[in-house]
């Protein structure tokens, strides 16, 4: 268990649906990162938040937002789905911004199908 | 942009041999970090092993072992009396500034 969490585990929708994906990282972890994991693709950076300010961008539609609250849980909003967007989608968590030293810790995932 | 390549989608092994799974990255810059991950059938991903590109020896973690040659860009694992709980996915992972750039991974298969 590496004591970061995901909800739900897994979410089916409908095409043109939004969905919201939670995440709390580890305890004392500033960082959050969101990846996509889907078989053409493979694992792909969205974005990261550091102690709830945005940090990082990576390939992340315009469909798709996050946030950082407060209390350094984080959600990943995914709007107008496509069939496309149907993945495994991951939060990891890491200590700090401090680049190199900062191993990333990942939650189970959430397993999102759009159907 | 730092690119990674693991050249070999699928290895098999018998149960207590020992295999290398291969990893190759790109990149201009000369301080970095790089990583295996494995993902058993339950899709968690679990970190094994980390290297620090400025650290010439080895990094070591129980059965496993990375082969780290920096001037080469080549980072493989060798998983040494492979055990039945060692099939998975592993992916190769190099950090870049504050993201990671994964491999396509490298489907482990441990006959018995």
């Known amino acids: 268990d590496s004591g970061v969490t995901q909800t739900p585990k897994h979410l089916i929708t409908a095409t043109g649906q939004r969905v919201t994906l939670r995440c709390s990282p580890r305890?004392?972890?500033?960082?959050v990162y969101w990846y996509q994991q889907s078989l053409d693709q493979g694992l792909q950076f969205l974005i990261q938040?550091?102690?709830?300010?945005?940090?990082a961008k990576g390939n992340i539609l315009e469909r798709f937002s996050a946030q950082q609250f407060p209390d350094l849980h984080s959600e990943l909003n995914l709007s107008s789905l496509e069939l496309g967007d149907s993945a495994l989608y991951f939060c990891?968590?890491?200590?700090?911004?401090?680049?190199?030293?900062?191993?990333?810790?990942f939650g189970p995932g959430t397993r999102l199908t759009v159907l | 942009a730092q690119t990674v390549t693991q050249s070999q989608p699928e290895m098999s092994v018998q149960e207590a041999e020992t295999v290398t799974l291969s990893c190759t990255y790109d990149t201009s810059e000369s301080d970095y970090y790089l990583f295996w991950y494995k993902q058993p059938p339950s899709r968690q991903m679990i970190l094994v092993i980390r290297?620090?590109?400025?650290?010439?020896q080895n990094a070591t973690e129980n059965r496993f072992s990375v082969n780290f040659q920096k001037a080469a860009k080549s980072f493989s694992l060798k998983i040494s009396d492979s055990q039945l709980g060692d099939a998975a996915m592993y992916f190769c992972a190099y950090r870049s500034a504050e993201k990671l750039v994964f491999g396509q991974g490298t489907r482990l298969t441990i006959n018995p």
């Open positions: 938040y550091y102690n709830g300010e945005e940090r």
């Open positions: 305890s004392g972890d500033l960082s």
């Open positions: 290297q620090e590109a400025y650290k010439q």
């Open positions: 990891a968590s890491s200590v700090g911004v401090a680049g190199f030293t900062d191993t990333q810790y």
